[in-house]
């Protein structure tokens, strides 16, 4: 039973448009959500996180908007960039971390 | 800061072999995780440790599966015997205990079990 959710296994988008990538869960035990970014034959880093205390969270390029009522996230990146091309993996804590199935993003020139 | 270092990158084996992975947490950290990584199921948590004590090992898939962490500065996973369908890449991962501590994953070892 997959707690956390990317439906989307790709994504492509061009170059300085916005990237959008979603993800829903289904416990409502999770309070503490993060996005990791993976590229290829490296392990995912931490890119940003959101306290279910807050609704958004801003970091440059990146921004974060929890719904919780929804049980939905979404990870926007504005501008994107060719260098974002990557993996992207939603998680979700509540104690332990739980991630979702990852979301392939492509930036395209 | 060298990171989390995972050995080896890749391994090959056939089937009904013992593999043995091996982890070295960022030093100072105090949780250590193993995640497997698969198309099907993405990123799943297999164990992890606090304090070099196992605290949840309820995604270890079955008795074949092991891990241990006799000091701070190294962890083992260990499959034996070693099935095809344990062939994934496996991440170990260290954090300071805290939940809004992020983890901070190693390069992962690709293991094909023929």
């Known amino acids: 039973d997959q707690q956390v959710k990317q439906n989307s296994p790709s994504l492509s988008v061009q170059e300085g448009r916005i990237s959008i990538l979603n993800c829903d869960y289904t416990n409502s035990m999770f309070d503490y959500f993060l996005w990791y970014k993976k590229y290829p034959a490296e392990g995912p880093t931490f890119l940003i996180s959101?306290?279910?205390?807050?609704d958004k969270n801003e970091d440059g390029r990146f921004t974060v908007f929890l719904n919780k009522s929804a049980k939905h996230l979404s990870l926007h990146i504005v501008p994107s960039q060719p260098g974002d091309s990557a993996v992207y993996f939603c998680?979700?804590?509540?104690?332990?971390?739980?991630f979702g199935t990852g979301t392939r993003l492509q930036v395209t020139l | 800061d060298a990171g989390v270092i995972q050995s080896p990158r890749h391994e090959v084996t056939e089937m009904g072999q013992e593999v043995t992975l091996r982890c070295k947490p960022i030093?100072?950290?105090?949780?250590l995780f193993w995640y497997r990584q698969t198309m099907m199921r993405g990123l799943e948590l297999l164990i992890y440790?606090?304090?070099?004590?196992?605290?949840?090992d309820s995604g270890m898939p079955e008795d074949r599966f092991s891990a241990k962490m006799p000091n701070a500065s190294f962890s083992t996973l260990k499959i034996q015997p070693s099935e095809p369908r344990d062939s994934a890449v496996y991440f170990c991962?260290?954090?300071?205990?805290?939940?809004?501590?992020?983890?901070?994953f190693g390069n992962g070892t690709r293991l094909t079990v023929t």
């Open positions: 991962a260290s954090s300071w205990k805290g939940r809004e501590s992020p983890l901070h």
């Open positions: 959101i306290s279910s205390i807050k």
């Open positions: 998680a979700a804590s509540g104690g332990k971390l739980t």
């Open positions: 030093s100072g950290h105090n949780s």
């Open positions: 440790f606090n304090n070099n004590v196992p605290i949840d």
